[in-house]
């Protein structure tokens, strides 16, 4: 086997660099003739070997035999090759291609492992790197592996491409940060064999090198195993963690009584995957108030001996509270000395609690006792009716009637009615839609059926729209950022537009001209569209998110600054406020992505009131955090390593610097005897 198979060099240039310039200088010193003056003395007998040195005229005289050079020539050479950067690299054959997949997931955050398993994974991903082949400075081939870095949770990030620098390829490990959420390795198995892909292909369209080795580093908890499809020997699986000890709160709910809006029902569920029962403490606060303060024992984990499945012990608490405000909601496992707990990010659930309130809506209509009665079925506070002529004429006289219908009504319903101004608001509108929203009507079609509808949207949630048939509606081109709820055969049905930091909910029919009233969704549709507006009036946001939603925020103004602060965020950064800065759209729609970590995130937009959203992790699968040391993929069993990675090569430098040293000394004792015996 050729020799750069097992050496290799990682700073050759530099040695080569120093040698060209130390040696000659070592040697010259021993060239080198001492220069004599000349001095007239009475006798040359005392003056032999002087008489001896004129003789040569040369400015260099014969290097002669010493052992001195010698120990200093073996010194210098040594500290050169150390300086060169020598490994002994156990590993031979030809260059391959690894990925390194490394799960940042919420149980990657357990500390059974110091200081977490996703550190620990990390280091090993170094070990790992540094074991990888480099290519021999004096060869014409590259011989040097190729590492890519992908760190996932439910979403894959290349942290760094295919490279062979290994200084590189650390810094990208040592970037990879920790989230709360849950984990899936489908996307990142995509993603790296996208990228492993080779360039070249041979003529029977086969790949001209050998697939990419997968190096996985996780603790197993993986959700989509049965998703993923990798080949025979193409993954490697190193398990993180040694303990399955964790109890954590899986669940929350707090809810309103409908008689007493002041009496709050608050609702968790705990779960504790140990062998054995746990006592706790479970604390209820509110705005960082403590409320109460319960103790409670969790069974330990059960075993489906039918499904060899292990079930975690579940406890179910409910607390009641008087409020009257809004607030932040809190419930917190406390910490137990004799019980041990290694996930942390589970112990404790948010729950963002609105200020009561119940709807006041205005209809404006030249009478449609049919929709009427529908908007009366929905818990309004208050249903206010006014015709056309009304509508317009309050909002041409007073300019400033425009801030007062925004802060009497929290719906506006237009029945095909078309205003000459709209007053911001949320509006919810049968018939033409207005002007001004980036809606255009070229014409009017007949005889409309639906044809797909979004089942899952909040408006439409539980509404059939199977037999709905209209006679006749209004063709509506939307603008690019509409959503399109529902669709008729001919042109959408049901969409919502955002503009001008209004909300309009387009219904692009007469209620009159169809059957929709005969049918029992309409009422249902009434309700739903009733409650999504009324949403809409803390921004659109759905306060109560689980780790990886994004924070949206709709029926703003157009390109305003909003300041967002959170887990994530250092409270005071280059004196400024707290958070990060982030703009709305032209369309009034804010959006932040950055909820990885579990907490109270505030947002702050001018002079309005903070908003503040909780982000959960909330998942029984990934608070389940007992270490998987066999993980199978569509069937093909892949089993742990059993130990973890060590390194497969070996730095020489130590070795030469201490035989460096040694020859030191060695030259040093040689050379106090010479001037002792002289």
């Not at 009733?530 to 306060?543: H, R, T, V």
Request: hydrophobic share 45%; with cysteine; aromatic share 8%.
């Amino acid at each position: 086997m050729p020799l750069q198979k097992f050496m290799e060099w990682l700073t050759p240039m530099t040695a080569l660099y120093a040698a060209a310039v130390s040696v000659p200088l070592l040697l010259l010193l021993y060239f080198l003739k001492l220069k004599r003056r000349e001095q007239i003395v009475s006798s040359t007998l005392l003056w032999k070997r002087a008489v001896q040195d004129l003789q040569v005229n040369a400015p260099f005289q014969k290097l002669r035999r010493n052992i001195l050079l010698l120990l200093q020539l073996l010194v210098l050479l040594a500290i050169l090759f150390a300086l060169a950067g020598p490994i002994l690299s156990l590993i031979a054959g030809s260059a391959r291609r690894y990925v390194l997949l490394i799960d940042r997931s919420a149980s990657m955050n357990s500390t059974d492992v110091k200081p977490s398993r996703l550190e620990a994974a990390k280091e090993q991903a170094k070990v790992f790197v540094e074991s990888l082949q480099s290519k021999a400075f004096y060869s014409l081939r590259d011989e040097s592996d190729q590492t890519m870095v992908i760190a996932f949770n439910s979403r894959a990030k290349v942290m760094c491409n295919f490279t062979s620098n290994k200084k590189q390829l650390n810094r990208a490990i040592e970037a990879i940060t920790p989230s709360d959420d849950v984990s899936s390795l489908a996307e990142a198995i995509v993603v790296a064999q996208a990228f492993a892909q080779s360039p070249g292909v041979e003529a029977d369209y086969m790949s001209a090198e050998e697939p990419a080795k997968l190096v996985l580093f996780s603790d197993g908890q993986i959700r989509d195993l049965d998703q993923i499809v990798v080949g025979p020997d193409e993954l490697t699986f190193h398990c993180m963690g040694e303990s399955q000890q964790n109890v954590a709160v899986i669940a929350t709910q707090a809810r309103r009584s409908y008689e007493d809006p002041e009496e709050v029902s608050v609702f968790a569920t705990l779960a504790n995957y140990g062998s054995e029962p746990v006592t706790c403490d479970v604390q209820l606060s509110i705005n960082n108030n403590v409320r109460a303060v319960r103790t409670a024992t969790i069974p330990p984990k059960a075993i489906d001996e039918s499904l060899k499945t292990a079930r975690p012990g579940k406890l179910a608490l409910d607390f009641s509270l008087s409020y009257a405000e809004g607030g932040v909601l809190e419930v917190r496992k406390l910490p137990n000395s004799d019980e041990p707990d290694y996930l942390s990010s589970d112990d404790v659930a948010w729950a963002i609690l609105p200020a009561p309130k119940k709807l006041s809506a205005l209809l404006v209509t030249d009478g449609n006792k049919v929709l009427e009665s529908a908007l009366r079925a929905c818990p309004l506070a208050n249903l206010e009716l006014q015709s056309p002529a009304q509508f317009d004429t309050t909002d041409q006289n007073d300019p400033g009637q425009a801030l007062s219908i925004e802060q009497r009504y929290d719906m506006v319903v237009l029945d095909n009615y078309v205003p000459a101004k709209l007053p911001k608001s949320r509006y919810l509108v049968f018939g033409r839609p207005p002007e001004g929203i980036d809606v255009s009507v070229p014409q009017e079609v007949e005889n409309q059926i639906i044809v797909d509808w979004r089942t899952k949207h909040p408006v439409l949630k539980y509404v059939d729209l199977t037999n709905l048939f209209v006679a006749e509606c209004h063709k509506m081109i939307l603008p690019r950022d509409a959503e399109v709820l529902a669709e008729f055969n001919e042109t959408p049905a049901i969409a919502l537009v955002r503009r001008n930091g209004s909300v309009f909910l387009l219904a692009g029919f007469d209620v009159l001209q169809s059957n929709w009233p005969f049918e029992p969704g309409f009422v249902l549709f009434c309700y739903n569209a009733a409650a999504f507006l009324g949403m809409q009036l803390g921004g659109g946001q759905d306060m109560n998110l689980n780790v990886g939603e994004p924070i949206v925020v709709e029926g703003l103004d157009g390109q305003i600054t909003a300041r967002i602060d959170g887990p994530d965020f250092s409270r005071v950064r280059d004196g400024q406020a707290p958070g990060k800065e982030i703009v709305s759209s032209v369309s009034g729609s804010l959006r932040y992505p950055g909820t990885d970590r579990a907490g109270t995130y505030r947002l702050s937009i001018g002079e309005q009131p903070d908003k503040f959203f909780a982000v959960n992790l909330l998942d029984p699968k990934e608070s389940n955090i007992e270490p998987v040391r066999e993980i199978v993929l569509s069937g093909q069993t892949v089993q742990a390593e059993q130990r973890d990675v060590s390194r497969a090569n070996f730095p020489l430098w130590p070795f030469l610097v201490g035989l460096a040293l040694v020859l030191v000394c060695v030259e040093w004792i040689i050379y106090n005897y010479k001037v002792r015996s002289f």
